[in-house]
């Protein structure tokens, strides 16, 4: 049986690996997600290492307030497209918001055009907003007009009603929107084992001097979480 501690540095584990670029991220960091181990395979680049760090006590009445440490290196070759610079910001960036960003499960309906990942969404009445991330098919198919299913995403802005849906600067109509759930980034495993992410800090100091060298960017988080005392396997 894992500890509650265990779950949720497991369940950080998991968020990390959604950091792909066919997921509508900036990078592919997420895909080669490591725990605590100090060196990386150049040739495993890019790759991403979560170390949980030394738990800090907070006391309350009959339960253990915890907070956890846990800090994220992200590790890039350099691209040549794009400045260092910018690329340590995108990496940044893609690590926040996988880490804390709300992901939302949408039921959907009349599915006519399959957006791309990165895709903003646009509800036809109430003009909300949310960022298509990837799509379940379990009925019907694109092609045929009638694909139903359930969509991930994430970045919502406003309030979707039951309505027809379109690809901001794209195609009309694409599919219409049924409910919309969201899990916040405190739900970080089964039954919301954590009370809450908090960032603390991040980004880069030394850039590349060189061609073909490594980016690399640190972000720091802090999560809190509570345990009956003297009891590290049961939640409050």
Not at 181 to 196: P, Q, V
Not at 203 to 216: K, L, M
Request: glycine share 10%; hydrophobic share 40%.
């Amino acid at each position: 049986m894992d500890s509650i501690r265990e779950q949720i540095i497991q369940a950080f584990v998991l968020r990390m690996a959604v950091i792909r670029t066919a997921n509508g991220y900036n990078t592919d960091c997420g895909q080669n997600v490591n725990r605590a181990i100090r060196t990386i395979d150049p040739d495993a680049l890019p790759a991403l290492i979560v170390w949980p760090r030394k738990d800090e006590n907070d006391p309350f009445y009959q339960q253990t307030g915890i907070a956890m440490p846990v800090d994220v290196e992200m590790y890039m070759a350099q691209r040549i497209d794009i400045t260092p610079s910018k690329q340590s910001e995108q990496m940044l960036a893609d690590v926040i918001e996988a880490a804390m960003g709300p992901q939302y499960a949408v039921e959907f309906t009349d599915g006519a055009t399959e957006p791309d990942a990165g895709d903003t969404l646009v509800g036809n009445t109430s003009e909300a907003e949310i960022f298509f991330q990837s799509a379940s098919v379990t009925s019907g198919s694109w092609s045929g007009g009638d694909a139903a299913g359930t969509l991930t995403a994430r970045r919502k802005n406003g309030l979707f009603a039951a309505e027809l849906v379109s690809i901001s600067g794209g195609a009309a109509d694409v599919m219409t929107f049924d409910t919309v759930t969201g899990t916040g980034s405190i739900d970080l495993a089964a039954g919301g084992l954590a009370r809450g992410i908090y960032y603390l800090g991040g980004g880069t100091d030394t850039y590349p001097d060189s061609d073909n060298d490594t980016v690399a960017v640190q972000a720091n988080f802090r999560i809190i979480y509570h345990t009956v005392d003297g009891d590290p396997y049961r939640s409050v």
